[in-house]
């Protein structure tokens, strides 16, 4: 079956502007997370979902960063007034209540100019 | 709080030789541990996992055995192929926060 997919795969963004990046988790996972990754380090923990509701969202950076997930599927991390601190790869991970274990999509690449 | 430390790379290993990431936690509670992989070009994948002390996980080759008492999570394998070559990353969850922490990640490249 398909696993998580992300879009855009690249996303290049001007200092200053919003940004969206989309995540599709696998179907029925019921779970899902967003990580972030600076070049050379593992990725980071942003925000934890279970089902519609944030169960954990402590590691967001700042207020400029949100994410939803309206329908307990797709999630849309929101990112205001870009830095070019943000320049990272986004990754989103989901898990089935069943087994402990997250699936990773590809990742989107930002890069703020 | 908790964190994982890992061997840093790069490492480089002619094919066939034997493999060691070390890897070592600090965690509050009684974490689970992870070996995730992530080969060129493509995600992070799960290669193994352990969920309590003395419980060895394995997977294409691949071993690690949890240690309560060195806090330790060692990633081996015996005889490396090209096809090996990756970024390895160890993780760990606590039980009742279900986030990943993870180290920063070895880069492995294994020469014919």
């Known amino acids: 079956g398909a696993g998580v997919s992300q879009t855009p795969s690249n996303k290049v963004t001007e200092k200053g502007k919003y940004v969206e990046l989309r995540c599709d988790p696998i179907s029925g996972h019921t779970a899902l997370y967003w990580y972030r990754q600076s070049l050379g380090q593992g990725p980071e923990f942003l925000i934890y979902f279970q089902g519609t509701g944030a169960a954990d969202d402590s590691g967001l950076p700042n207020d400029r960063f949100f994410a939803v997930r309206p329908e307990g599927s797709v999630s849309t991390l929101k990112i205001q007034r870009t830095e070019r601190g943000d320049s990272a790869v986004y990754l989103c991970?989901?898990?089935?209540?069943?087994?402990?274990?997250?699936?990773f999509g590809p990742g989107t690449r930002l890069t703020v100019t | 709080g908790n964190s994982v430390t890992q061997m840093e790379g790069p490492v480089t290993l002619s094919e066939e030789a034997f493999l060691t990431i070390n890897c070592t936690y600090t965690?509050?509670?009684?974490?689970?541990l992870f070996w995730y992989v992530q080969y060129p070009g493509e995600g992070l994948q799960l290669l193994l996992k352990a969920t309590k002390a003395d419980d060895k996980g394995s997977n294409k080759g691949f071993e690690a055995t949890y240690r309560k008492e060195t806090t330790s999570f060692h990633l081996e394998k015996g005889s490396v192929q090209v096809s090996d070559s990756a970024v390895y990353f160890c993780?760990?969850?606590?039980?009742?926060?279900?986030?990943?922490?993870f180290g920063k990640g070895t880069k492995l490249t294994v020469n014919p």
């Open positions: 965690a509050t509670g009684y974490p689970s």
């Open positions: 991970a989901t898990t089935s209540r069943e087994k402990n274990e997250q699936y």
């Open positions: 993780a760990l969850s606590v039980s009742g926060s279900e986030k990943l922490v």
